[in-house]
């Protein structure tokens, strides 16, 4: 059973930082894209970042581009965002999804694609 557990969200204010992160367990074989999704209150899940686990190929939505870093450690089956520069709008449920199906560049950001996901993270963003 692939597991997917969030830690790092939190309170802060406007151009504020936050570091999430996301454990990874209980599969043989490393997922294809590792992504990170958010959800504000009466909005669609959108995705943020994600990245190619295979080559390391990172892909942004564009409100994020620049303030937002995606990475992975393979070694400890983690997957981390780098929030900097915060603003209100980047308030929102954040969570940790995986992809073992393949598919293009184009749809990483497409939560559909994705197989497994985490609980989620809170992340608030006022003054």
């Known amino acids: 059973q692939v597991e997917l557990v969030e830690s790092g969200g939190g309170s802060v204010q406007p151009g504020g930082t936050l570091r999430l992160s996301c454990a990874v367990s209980?599969?043989?074989?490393?997922?294809?894209?590792m992504g990170w999704f958010r959800q504000a209150p009466g909005k669609e899940r959108e995705g943020v970042a994600a990245i190619y686990t295979s080559g390391g190929r990172t892909y942004y939505t564009d409100s994020v581009k620049g303030r937002f870093t995606i990475s992975q450690d393979t070694a400890k089956r983690t997957v981390s965002l780098q929030m900097n520069s915060l603003k209100p709008e980047d308030a929102a449920i954040y969570y940790c999804?995986?992809?073992?199906?393949?598919?293009?560049?184009?749809?990483?950001?497409?939560?559909?694609?994705?197989?497994?996901w985490g609980q989620g993270t809170q992340v608030t963003v006022s003054s």
């Open positions: 999804a995986a992809a073992f199906l393949q598919f293009g560049g184009s749809q990483a950001l497409d939560p559909r694609q994705y197989d497994y």
């Open positions: 209980g599969y043989k074989y490393s997922s294809n894209f």
